[in-house]
């Protein structure tokens, strides 16, 4: 079985992932099913009758992860079983009635503007030179770090795209296989188009002819980047600069350490923030910024409004962690 499930609902699982690729669905189902598989296992489940509300009710409190991704997991096992329940493979669906947890509140790290200046300055220097495949994949991770930046992407948005989807005598890249499913195309940087097109004069003479690679950025002469290769290099860059620091929880209060997606969440901020110092109506911004980062609700956008002001929000975070809420 391509996904190596092991219990006994591993042929209805490997169905129900079919069936979601055949729609087009990511494969995040995927992690939710291995789970309750592992879970299962463990438990020694084998039969259906065992899997009853309270059985769910125990693996809930039998996971050791935030609240907020079991309140996924679940909501994705509910859809596995709907699922069941539609082949007439089961009669009822056991996580009907499971309630979620309440969310514990996410406070974002939010880079300011100079702090951004900064980061990619680091990243420039980072560059290896003394290897070809080092060079490249380094140059790679560059760009794709100033997507993020510049352009507020998903960091698998960058990943995706092809050498035809960037125009440079337009100014605009096309993003496709967007986090909804929907392809956007978007006007980038002058600044950021240059260094485009800069990097795929070197990354044409620097890979042969003949062997053609689609991908716009690249690792290798045939590969494109990969998303781990682009958070160690994002990491290296933060440690470089001095703004390391790990994930806090405090009460229900999920306090981020930065991330590559820290970027997109500063893009949003920061965008706000300039047309706000213009004198200018953040809120009449809103719509194009949704569109622009590809939000499929206009309410997501709305939330960057809650943090705005970048210097409040850290001074924020600082008071969180040194005075803690005693619960």
Wanted: charged share 25%; with cysteine.
């Amino acid at each position: 079985m391509t996904n190596s499930f092991k219990s006994f609902l591993a042929p209805q699982m490997e169905q129900y992932i079919g069936y979601r690729e055949s729609l087009g669905y990511s494969t995040k189902a995927v992690a939710r099913l291995r789970l309750l598989d592992r879970y299962m296992v463990t438990e020694n489940v084998t039969t259906l009758e065992t899997l009853t509300p309270l059985f769910f009710l125990k693996m809930r409190t039998d996971l050791a992860i935030d609240p907020n991704t079991i309140n996924s997991v679940i909501d994705g096992l509910r859809g596995f079983f709907q699922y069941l329940v539609r082949i007439e493979f089961c009669q009822y669906n056991p996580l009907t009635g499971i309630p979620r947890f309440k969310r514990n509140n996410i406070i974002p790290f939010i880079f300011a503007d100079q702090e951004i200046e900064h980061l990619l300055e680091v990243s420039w220097k980072q560059v290896r030179k003394e290897k070809q495949t080092f060079f490249l994949k380094d140059m790679s991770c560059c760009m794709a770090l100033q997507l993020l930046a510049r352009c507020g992407l998903r960091i698998s948005e960058p990943l995706r795209l092809k050498v035809t989807d960037f125009r440079a005598d337009e100014r605009t890249i096309y993003i496709r296989k967007t986090k909804f499913r929907k392809d956007r195309l978007i006007p980038i940087p002058m600044e950021v188009a240059n260094h485009l097109s800069n990097y795929l004069l070197l990354r044409n003479t620097l890979l042969p002819a003949d062997n053609y690679n689609p991908h716009l950025l690249v690792r290798d002469q045939a590969k494109g980047l990969y998303k781990q290769q682009v958070r160690d290099y994002f990491n290296q860059a933060v440690k470089e600069i001095g703004l390391t620091q790990p994930k806090k929880v405090i009460g229900n209060t999920n306090i981020s350490g930065p991330t590559p997606h820290s970027l997109r969440h500063s893009f949003a901020v920061n965008t706000l923030r300039q047309v706000k110092d213009r004198g200018d109506s953040p809120q009449n911004a809103l719509p194009v910024l949704a569109v622009y980062m590809g939000h499929k609700k206009y309410t997501y956008t709305i939330y960057y409004l809650k943090l705005i002001d970048a210097d409040q929000h850290r001074n924020l975070v600082d008071f969180m962690i040194k005075y803690p809420l005693r619960l």
